[in-house]
């Protein structure tokens, strides 16, 4: 992962205009003219913070991610002391994400989609958060007394994916409750 840059407002200011147009549009179909004339900046602007669109992308996805994962690991400590309860927060902050008026399905999953090369930068980064959420899935899992903790996070990290996938195409929340429940049972079984 990269470091992120020193922060400045014009930096942000275009980052928060490129964030706003991929997220709703998707990355391949919003091209630089468009977020320069979106954020009212200069093309000088854009390539003295960044070296290409790609370098750009990856600096979001960088950025959402440890947005993300700071979210959910709130979510997690909120949840209280129980171990099952703090991993079935997990899917408590799903159902939140889902019903908020910005969700437009998963950043990660369409830049995977868009970029399917794996050793492309943009595919490697959106692959390296799922791989991140899985390792604190892993770790909820191990500390909940999973008797296969590697095995039981990634099957959530399938639930929860799917789970976003249905919540995008339904635009319900009813997904991450029926994730929660899905965890819940599998949970039991293994620690039982």
């Known amino acids: 992962m990269l470091e992120p840059e020193v922060s400045s407002p014009k930096r942000e200011h275009l980052m928060a205009t490129a964030w706003r147009l991929f997220y709703r549009d998707g990355f ?7 977020i320069l004339a979106e954020a009212g900046v200069a093309k000088m602007t854009l390539y ?16 959402r991610d440890r947005e993300l994962r700071a979210s959910i690991v709130a979510t997690v400590e909120a949840a209280g002391k129980s171990p099952a ?56 899992c191990e500390a909940a007394g999973a008797k296969n903790p590697v095995a039981l996070a990634e099957t959530l990290s399938l ?23 899905t965890a819940a049972t599998l949970l039991k079984l293994a620690t039982g």
Not at 48 to 63: D, G, M, N, Q, T
Not at 160 to 176: L, W
Request: aromatic share 8%; proline share 1%; with cysteine.
């Open 85 to 140: 309860k703090r991993l079935l927060a997990v899917f408590d902050w799903l159902e939140s994400w889902f019903g908020s008026a910005d969700f437009n399905g998963c950043i990660f999953i369409r830049a995977l989609s868009e970029y399917p090369e794996a050793t492309h930068a943009i595919h490697r980064t959106a692959w390296n958060h799922k791989e991140a959420v899985k390792q604190m899935l892993a770790q909820l």
């Open 28 to 34: 391949r179909s919003v091209g630089i003219d468009t």
């Open 159 to 181: 639930l929860i994916d799917g789970a976003i996938v249905a919540a995008h195409g339904t635009r319900e929340t009813g997904s991450a409750r029926s994730a929660r429940a």
């Open 48 to 63: 003295h913070h960044f070296a290409s669109k790609e370098e750009l992308i990856v600096a979001l996805l960088e950025k």
